[in-house]
């Protein structure tokens, strides 16, 4: 269930593990909306990559594409690779063995640049990816395209208990004493610092309310007031998520498809949409690289291209993910996904080159939060 808070007018390696069915083919749709980037230029549109593909002589034959992801997409992609599986073998006839990882964004990143041969990385953040392409191993604009990179969407919502106990409406509820609130730590987690930005900008959204300019000082009181409540940090949004369902805190700050994915599965909790939050937006990108050294640069490009084509969106949609394209904001879509009245994006915080310097330098808000200066 849907509530709103509406004002009234006053990896690592470790981790990996193997999935090889017999599966398959990369034309992408027809009516893909992505763009996967080609050899030797800035990135093509899907439908060129869909073009080549079709060109492609079936090989036959067996290879290996290795995903390196954050932990959030793991059970989106438990139905996502068995369908790219089946349509590249049906146009190539060629099998697809994927190796996989799961971990927070930034451990992720971190693993990919410390040696960890992942063709393709889904992660929580561009700084992560940005990571990448700063180490070399990226080589191409991973953000041409119609999508920008990107292919999965959300936005930071509150869950809470069956019922809504405590009569949660929105951020400024989790300031109040007693509440306990569970966010996982931005230090390792990508999706953390959605969290972290969601509540900061709706500090700011509320001063401008309140006097008509953003005030920084504000906003950061609002956060630490909040932060004072946090009973546990864990090192991802999966791992939180996990927590809550242990019975740790009251209310979880967290991805909108995290609780509707619960919720799905006959987990009863509440969905709390705050007044004001965050457009999240979640890139993939090939790592060059290590898909050029390992032959398979092919079937990546057009896996990045079937994420954020049709069938790879209508999937991600099923696990609780918006759309990242106009055209697939159909009826359906508008009906599940509430948009809230003052949703803002990385933008209304000067983008995430300035909300890393603002927020997460070594002198920067969420650090003056944690030292409480």
Request: proline fraction near 4%.
């Amino acid at each position: 269930m849907y509530r709103f808070n509406r004002r009234s007018k006053r990896p690592g390696p470790s981790k990996v593990t193997l999935l090889g069915l017999g599966a398959l083919a990369a034309l992408l749709l027809a009516s893909g909306c992505g763009g996967a980037s080609g050899e030797g230029n800035k990135g093509t549109s899907v439908a060129a990559a869909a073009a080549k593909l079709a060109d492609a002589p079936a090989a036959g034959g067996k290879i290996t594409l290795v995903v390196g992801a954050y932990s959030v997409v793991k059970d989106a992609l438990a139905d996502i690779l068995p369908a790219f599986q089946q349509q590249w073998k049906a146009r190539t006839g060629q099998e697809i063995v994927f190796q996989q990882s799961y971990e927070a964004s930034g451990t992720q990143a971190r693993s990919i640049v410390g040696g960890f041969e992942a063709d393709v990385a889904l992660l929580a953040m561009e700084g992560d990816m940005d990571r990448i392409a700063e180490a070399g191993l990226i080589e191409r604009d991973w953000r041409a395209g119609e999508q920008r990179g990107m292919v999965t969407r959300s936005i930071v919502v509150l869950g809470t208990r069956e019922g809504n106990p405590l009569g949660i409406r929105g951020f400024a509820d989790l300031t109040s004493p007693g509440v306990k609130v569970l966010y996982p730590n931005p230090q390792t987690s990508g999706g953390a610092q959605w969290d972290i930005n969601a509540i900061y900008g709706a500090g700011l959204k509320q001063s401008e309310a309140q006097t008509g300019r953003k005030d920084a000082e504000a906003a950061k009181r609002f956060l630490a007031d909040v932060h004072r409540n946090v009973e546990s940090m864990d090192k991802s949004g999966r791992a939180s998520m996990a927590a809550f369902e242990y019975g740790v805190g009251d209310v979880i700050v967290t991805y909108e498809n995290e609780l509707l994915a619960r919720i799905a599965k006959g987990v009863r909790y509440e969905i709390v949409v705050p007044e004001s939050t965050i457009l999240i937006e979640n890139p993939a990108a090939v790592v060059d690289r290590n898909a050029d050294r390992h032959g398979v640069r092919e079937a990546a490009d057009a896996f990045v291209a079937f994420l954020q084509g049709e069938q790879g969106q209508r999937i991600f949609m099923q696990h609780g993910f918006r759309p990242v394209s106009e055209a697939g904001w159909d009826d359906a879509a508008k009906a599940r996904f509430p948009v809230p009245p003052d949703l803002f994006d990385i933008g209304y915080l000067g983008g995430w080159e300035q909300a890393r310097v603002t927020l997460y330098a070594k002198r920067g808000v969420w650090y003056q939060v944690l030292s409480n200066t």
